[in-house]
C-alpha cells in the first residue's frame, strides 16, 4: 500500500537517511526499529511531507505520491503522531483535535460538533479528558492521548506512530494497541516506531530495521525474528547485555537524603523514605501514584506541608532546583525532560556543561574548552551521536535529546540525584549502557531516588524498592534481584493497598 524506496535526505553533516525503503501493507502493523538517531523520525516525517527528500520515491497504491507539505500526507490519507508535541497550549482539547478539519455551521465553529467529535476520540481510547480543558493544563500523558486522539480523528489510511506510547501507563498503552488492531482489522495499516520492544512483539505483523539511515531488514514478517536478532540488526552486531555488578550498601551509614512523615500540598500523607550514600533507591508504582510529585515537592516545586526533609542527617529546606544543587548537591532529572530539560537552540556540549559551569569557572578554566571537554566525555559515554561538537541540541534525534540531559546532570557532580523515567525513548543497548553508569555512581556513593514505571529496570539497578501506592508508601522491600519474585511481590503489595482503600 504505503511503499518508499531508496529514500536520501541529507541534514548539514549528516546523511539522516541514506536509501532507506519501507513496504508496508494494507491490514498490517509494521514495526520501524533503530536505535536513537538511525532515522526512523526522519523516515516519518519524509513520509508526511514534513521533510522533502532528497532522493528516493514513494507511492501509495502504485502511484507516485509527491508530498510538499503535511497537508499533502492529510490529503493523501496518512495520519501521523509524531515523537515531538505539536499541540497548541493555549487551544482546549477539542480545538487541537479539530484543528485542521474545523467543523462550521452556518459560518463559524460549531463548539457543540467539535466537543463531540473530541470526545468520540478520547473515547476511542478509553479516556476521560474535558474538552474544553486548555492543553497547557495537561500532563505529559495527557497531552500524548490528545495527539493520539487527534490522529484517529481523520478517517485515515495510513497511520504513523513515533514513540506514541513513550509517556503513557501500561494500561493507556493497552487501549492504545487495542485500538491500533482495530484499524488492522479494518484494512488500514499502522506504522508504529517504539523502543519498547515487548510492546513492538506483541502487535506488530512485519518490521523493516534502519541503521545509519539504511534498510538493514524492510517488510519481513516479524514472526521469523527473535528479539535478539531484532536488537543485533539494529546495532550491527552480535550483541550482548552484560550483568550488572553487586554492590555493598553500608546500612549504618547516615541516609544521605531521608524524608519522615512528610505530607505535601498535593496529597502524599506519612511518607517515609531513607536513601543511603551508595544506594539507589527504587521508587515503584502506577502512574497517578504521586512519585513525581513527591520529588517535586523534595525540590521545592510543589508544598510541604508536615514532616521533614533530611540531607545528610541535616534539616534541609530547598526552594528551587538551582538551590538543591549549589546547597545540597542534589540534582534531579525530571521527567518531562523534552519540555523542562534543554535548551534546544544551544549547543549539546553547553547544554551538558550548564550544571557545571560555575565550577568550570571557579577554578580558573576557560569556560569554553573545558566545558567542551567534560562533555565530549559523556557524548562518548552515552554513544551521543553529534555530527559535529558545535551541533546544537534541538537537531538531535528524540533519544539523543534525552541522552544530553541526563548527561547533564550526571556531569554535575552530585551527592543526590533524583531521576524520573531516566529511559523512556532510548533504545536498547544505550538503556545497558545508561544501567552501567547508574550502577557506577553508586558504587562512588551517590545515592539515588530511582523513579520508574519500568519494573524490569527497577528490579536490575535498586537495592530497595518502595511501592508507592495512591500518595502513601505501601511498603519498602529489599531487593534479591529475582525479577519474578520482586515483581509478584510489588504487584501484591499495590493491589492490597487498594483493596484496603475500599474495605
Ligand atoms: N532538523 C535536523 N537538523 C539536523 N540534523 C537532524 C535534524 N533532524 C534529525 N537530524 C539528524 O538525523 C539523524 C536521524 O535522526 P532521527 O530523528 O530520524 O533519529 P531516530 O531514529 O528517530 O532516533 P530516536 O530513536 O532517538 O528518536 C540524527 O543524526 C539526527 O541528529
Ligand atoms: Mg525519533
Same mark, same amino acid.
Given at each position: 500500500m504505503l511503499v518508499a524506496e531508496n529514500l536520501i535526505k541529507t541534514f548539514p553533516g549528516v546523511r539522516a537517511l541514506d536509501g532507506a525503503t519501507l513496504r508496508v501493507s494494507p491490514g498490517s502493523v509494521h514495526a520501524l526499529l533503530g536505535e536513537n538517531g538511525a532515522g526512523k523520525s526522519t523516515l516519518v516525517k519524509v513520509l508526511t511531507g514534513v521533510y522533502q527528500p532528497d532522493g528516493g520515491r514513494i507511492t501509495l497504491d502504485g502511484d507516485d505520491l509527491r508530498l510538499t507539505g503535511p497537508m499533502d500526507a492529510q490529503a493523501a490519507g496518512i495520519g501521523v503522531v509524531h515523537q515531538e508535541r505539536n499541540l497548541i497550549p493555549a487551544f482546549s482539547v477539542a480545538e487541537n483535535i479539530s484543528l485542521h478539519h474545523l467543523p462550521h455551521r452556518r459560518g463559524v465553529v460549531d463548539r457543540a460538533r467539535m466537543r463531540a467529535e473530541a470526545r468520540r476520540c478520547l473515547g476511542l481510547l478509553e479516556v476521560e479528558l474535558d474538552p474544553d480543558a486548555p492543553v497547557a493544563t495537561l500532563s505529559p500523558a495527557q497531552g500524548q492521548l490528545v495527539e493520539i486522539a487527534k490522529a484517529l480523528s481523520l478517517e485515515n489510511r495510513v497511520l504513523l506512530l513515533d514513540e506514541p506510547t513513550a509517556s503513557l501507563t501500561g494500561d493507556e498503552a493497552d487501549h492504545l494497541y487495542a485500538v491500533v488492531r482495530r484499524l488492522r482489522d479494518s484494512g488500514r495499516a499502522v506504522v508504529l516506531v517504539s523502543h519498547k520492544l515487548e510492546e513492538v512483539f506483541a502487535v506488530a505483523d512485519t518490521l523493516t530495521v534502519l541503521r545509519d539511515g539504511r534498510s538493514v531488514a524492510s517488510g519481513e514478517a516479524l514472526a521469523g525474528f527473535s528479539q535478539s536478532r531484532v536488537v543485533d540488526l539494529m546495532v550491527g552486531r552480535a550483541y550482548e547485555q552484560v550483568e550488572l555488578a553487586r554492590r555493598e550498601v553500608n546500612a549504618e551509614a547516615v541516609p544521605a537524603l531521608r524524608l519522615a512523615d512528610v505530607a505535601t500540598a498535593h496529597g502524599h500523607r506519612d511518607v517515609s523514605l531513607e536513601v543511603r550514600p551508595g544506594e539507589i533507591l527504587g521508587l515503584y508504582g502506577l502512574v497517578g501514584a504521586g512519585r513525581s510529585e513527591l520529588a517535586k515537592a523534595i525540590l521545592g516545586l510543589g508544598r510541604i506541608t508536615a514532616g521533614t526533609v533530611e540531607v545528610h542527617g541535616k534539616p534541609a529546606r530547598i526552594a528551587t532546583v538551582g538551590e538543591a544543587l549549589r546547597r545540597y548537591r542534589l540534582g534531579y532529572v525530571t521527567e518531562d525532560r523534552k519540555d523542562e530539560g !534543554?535548551? !534546544?537552540?544551544?549547543q549539546v556540549t553547553r547544554n551538558i556543561a550548564v550544571t557545571v559551569w560555575r565550577r568550570l569557572a571557579r577554578l580558573g578554566l576557560v569556560p569554553d574548552r573545558a566545558e567542551r571537554r567534560l562533555a565530549l566525555d559523556f557524548v562518548g559515554k552515552l554513544d551521543i551521536r553529534i555530527s559535529t561538537p558545535r551541533q546544537v541540541a534541538g537537531q538531535l534525534s528524540g533519544g539523543n535529546q534525552q541522552k544530553v540531559s541526563l548527561a547533564k546532570w550526571l556531569a554535575a557532580d552530585c551527592d543526590i540525584l533524583i531521576v524520573d523515567e531516566p529511559t523512556v525513548g532510548i533504545d536498547v543497548r544505550t538503556k545497558a549502557a545508561f544501567h552501567e553508569l547508574i550502577a557506577g555512581l553508586a558504587a562512588d556513593g551517590l545515592a539515588l531516588l530511582l523513579i520508574s514505571s519500568d519494573l524490569p529496570e527497577t528490579v536490575a539497578l535498586a537495592d530497595r524498592i518502595a511501592v508507592m501506592s495512591d500518595l502513601r508508601i505501601a511498603g519498602v522491600l529489599d531487593n534479591d534481584h529475582d525479577y519474578p519474585r520482586m515483581s509478584r511481590q510489588i504487584i501484591r503489595m499495590i493491589h492490597a493497598e487498594t483493596h484496603a482503600e475500599a474495605a
Open positions: !534543554l535548551f !534546544l537552540d544551544q
